[in-house]
């Protein structure tokens, strides 16, 4: 019943077998980054090349978007526009802006509606 001590240099042999074995592991809950923030990450990336193709500047893009984090929005911006020189390609300019919203005039007393047809609603047996 009586055990001898592990000698120092097997201790360290496990040691090191177990830091190895951890190393090569990456779904290991709470070790690695969280999906949902890398996702948000990337989704403000994409942001910001969206707005570089539609010839949109930064200020416009962050104002547009300001639940995005900045930093993610300028490096999709960035990397959109590096993209778009090397290519030689040309934005698409945003329309969202060059709506135009028809005038409401008044209130809504003067707005038309069709009268119904009392004959016309009923169920056809």
């Known amino acids: 019943?009586?055990?001898l001590p592990a000698s120092p240099p097997l201790r360290l042999l496990?040691?090191?077998?177990?830091?190895v074995?951890?190393?090569?592991?990456d779904k290991i809950p709470g070790l690695g980054p969280d999906p949902r923030v890398a996702q948000r990450e990337e989704e403000a990336?994409?942001?910001?090349?969206?707005?570089?193709?539609?010839?949109?500047?930064?200020?416009?893009?962050?104002?547009?978007?300001?639940?995005?984090?900045?930093?993610?929005v300028f490096a999709g911006w960035k990397d959109m526009d590096a993209y778009m020189r090397e290519n030689?390609?040309?934005?698409?300019?945003?329309?969202?802006g060059n709506a135009e919203k028809p005038e409401r005039k008044g209130s809504g007393a003067?707005?038309?509606?069709?009268?119904?047809?009392p004959a016309a609603s009923?169920?056809?047996s």
């Open 14 to 19: 496990a040691v090191t077998a177990l830091v």
């Open 122 to 124: 009923r169920s056809r």
């Open 45 to 72: 990336k994409a942001i910001g090349g969206a707005c570089r193709h539609a010839l949109r500047g930064l200020e416009d893009c962050y104002m547009l978007n300001p639940k995005a984090a900045k930093a993610s």
């Open 88 to 96: 030689k390609i040309e934005g698409a300019p945003s329309v969202l």
């Open 110 to 117: 003067e707005i038309e509606t069709e009268t119904r047809d």
């Open 1 to 3: 019943m009586y055990r």
């Open 21 to 25: 074995l951890l190393a090569g592991c």
